[in-house]
């Protein structure tokens, strides 16, 4: 019998922070609009694979792990602000389209995915949140069951949140304002991304 009690904390705290906008919002924002709905789509999947790949280790050891090996998390945030600010710098330096050249078949769909997928498991704060929450609501002695229910709902949650936001951005209106303003919109996403890598790499160093 799965424990409405333990599962609603879970998916209260995930879903305040899955709508909160952070480097993976960007990118599939900025994917959506410069590259269409079905790449925005496989960028989104992949964010909501890296959700599930961190939640699936937090719910099952990841915890007991990093406090064994406290180097592990300072090599994520070391690879998570090298990984972002590669992405971050190529946004602010390089001539919009240039990666995308101006259309969908400029990025093939399994590019697309990856950079989901890598760009949520570059974010320590990933692993951190989901270390806390399960950590905090779910105790040692919670079932398999209720733990596997707690995963499929951030998972389902993740999918829902993600591809959602790809559709809405990848709507032709959305995708036609975006080449209007290609340039500052890089730019922008790029600083966002610069500004996190940073934040990772204070983060390692402190």
Excluded: C
Aim: aromatic letters at 8%; hydrophobic letters at 55%; charged letters at 10%.
């Amino acid at each position: 019998m799965i424990s409405l009690g333990a599962l609603l904390p879970v998916v209260t705290a995930y879903g305040a922070a899955v709508i909160t906008p952070g480097v993976s919002t960007v990118v599939i924002a900025r994917m959506s609009l410069a590259a269409g709905r079905s790449r925005g789509a496989r960028t989104a999947l992949g964010v909501a694979t890296g959700t599930v790949l961190y939640a699936s280790a937090s719910l099952f050891g990841l915890a007991a792990l990093v406090q064994r090996l406290p180097f592990l998390l300072k090599a994520l945030q070391v690879g998570g602000a090298l990984y972002l600010g590669w992405l971050g710098a190529r946004l602010v330096l390089l001539r919009p389209g240039l990666e995308l050249e101006g259309t969908a078949e400029g990025v093939r769909p399994q590019d697309a995915y990856v950079r989901g997928l890598m760009t949520n498991l570059s974010n320590p704060h990933t692993v951190l949140f989901f270390m806390g929450i399960f950590g905090t609501l779910l105790q040692p002695s919670t079932p398999a069951g209720e733990r596997t229910a707690a995963l499929l709902a951030v998972g389902s949650m993740s999918v829902t949140w993600y591809v959602g936001l790809a559709l809405v951005l990848s709507d032709r209106r959305a995708q036609a304002g975006y080449q209007r303003a290609a340039r500052g919109i890089d730019v922008l996403a790029g600083a966002i991304m610069l500004v996190f890598a940073a934040r990772f790499a204070a983060s390692a160093l402190g």
